[in-house]
Structure formats: structure tokens, C-alpha cells
């Protein structure tokens, strides 16, 4: 005896297209494509935000200060960077056995808020970590602001009659 089975196209579809979404997730950072950059081409990154500035530290162990490019536009940090092919630089010939560490153009954009002081942006590395300070305008600087009045209190003294 045959079974009939029924056929959904639409079904089908979705779960072709979960299939399809769950693959350039694994691609992607952001899992959309054209706009999320190969994980494996990524400079990792962390910002920071404290009362003065906003520190963004990246990892760029390997790449000579010279080949990183800092621009900011637009409320958005780039950073780039190309660390070019060893094998390639000194002519050797070879054959690898185990190849994972990583050539080519790195680049990283994050938006930042616009409170940045676009003339203060300063960069420095250490030990295969960039440190870029930029730091905030001084109008969005918390301020403290003092409550006129409180320093006097009315007190109204009053006398009993019953002694």
C-alpha cells in the first residue's frame, strides 16, 4: 500500500529559507548580506564609555602601526588595516602543514554617538592592542548641578503654655 503524502510549497519554502539564513548567519556577522563583514576578517573589538571619553581597544597583534588607518566621518569609526602574506613578502616556497594565522585587508565600522570631540581623537598601541581615546564633548560632560535654597531651613519655634 502507498502513503500519500502531502505536499506544502509553502512550508518548503520557509524552511528553505530558514536553511539559507541559519548558513549566512555562520557567514556573517550580522546575517545579512552585503552588509556584515567574514567573521574571519573582523579586528575584535570592545568600547568602553566613562565619565570623560569613549575608549575603543582593538586587537592588532602583528600588523605594523604604519598599515592601520584611522578615520572618523559621520559619527562612524573605521578602522583598517592590511597585514600582507609572509610567504609572499620574503619569496619563500613551501608547502603548509597547518596555516591559521591570518593576511589580508581588516576592517571594522562602528557608529558612535555624536558626542564625540572630532579634533581630540587620539591613538596609541601597546603590546598588539590599539587605544583609541575619543573623548566627549565638553557641553554632554555630566555636570552637578546645585539646588538654590537648600542650605537654609525655616524652623519655626514655638513655646507650650503647659509647664
Same mark, same amino acid.
Given at each position: 500500500? $502507498?502513503?500519500? =503524502?502531502?505536499?506544502?510549497?509553502?512550508?518548503?519554502?520557509?524552511?528553505? /529559507?530558514?536553511t539559507?539564513?541559519?548558513?549566512?548567519?555562520?557567514?556573517?556577522?550580522?546575517g545579512?548580506?552585503?552588509f556584515?563583514e567574514?567573521?574571519?576578517?573582523?579586528?575584535?573589538?570592545d568600547v568602553i564609555?566613562?565619565?570623560?571619553e569613549f575608549?575603543?581597544k582593538a586587537?592588532? $597583534?602583528?600588523?605594523?602601526p604604519d598599515?592601520?588607518? =584611522?578615520t572618523y566621518?559621520?559619527?562612524?569609526l573605521? =578602522?583598517k588595516a592590511e597585514?600582507?602574506?609572509?610567504?609572499? !613578502?620574503?619569496?619563500e616556497?613551501?608547502?603548509?602543514?597547518?596555516r591559521?594565522?591570518?593576511?589580508? *585587508?581588516?576592517?571594522? *565600522? =562602528?557608529?558612535?554617538?555624536?558626542?564625540?570631540?572630532?579634533?581630540?581623537?587620539? $591613538? !596609541?598601541t601597546? /603590546?598588539?592592542?590599539? +587605544?583609541?581615546?575619543?573623548? +566627549?564633548?565638553?557641553?554632554?560632560?555630566?555636570?552637578?548641578?546645585?539646588? +538654590?535654597g537648600a !542650605?537654609?531651613? /525655616?524652623?519655626?519655634e514655638?513655646k507650650?503654655? /503647659?509647664?
Open positions: 500500500m $502507498a502513503n500519500l =503524502i502531502r505536499r506544502d510549497p509553502i512550508r518548503e519554502m520557509l524552511s528553505w /529559507n530558514r539559507m539564513e541559519h548558513m549566512l548567519n555562520n557567514l556573517y556577522d550580522d545579512e548580506l552585503g556584515g567574514p567573521l574571519n576578517l573582523r579586528i575584535p573589538l564609555e566613562n565619565e570623560d575608549v575603543v586587537d592588532v $597583534a602583528g600588523i605594523n598599515d592601520i588607518e =584611522i566621518t559621520e559619527n562612524s573605521s =578602522i597585514m600582507s602574506d609572509e610567504r609572499e !613578502e620574503k619569496g616556497e613551501g608547502r603548509y602543514h597547518l591559521e594565522r591570518r593576511y589580508g *585587508t581588516f576592517s571594522r *565600522t =562602528i557608529s558612535m554617538p555624536g558626542t564625540v570631540d572630532v579634533e581630540g581623537i587620539d $591613538a !596609541e601597546e /603590546n598588539g592592542v590599539l +587605544k583609541i581615546h575619543l573623548p +566627549k564633548k565638553e557641553e554632554v560632560k555630566p555636570r552637578r548641578i546645585e539646588i +538654590k !542650605e537654609k531651613q /525655616n524652623v519655626i514655638g507650650s503654655k /503647659n509647664k
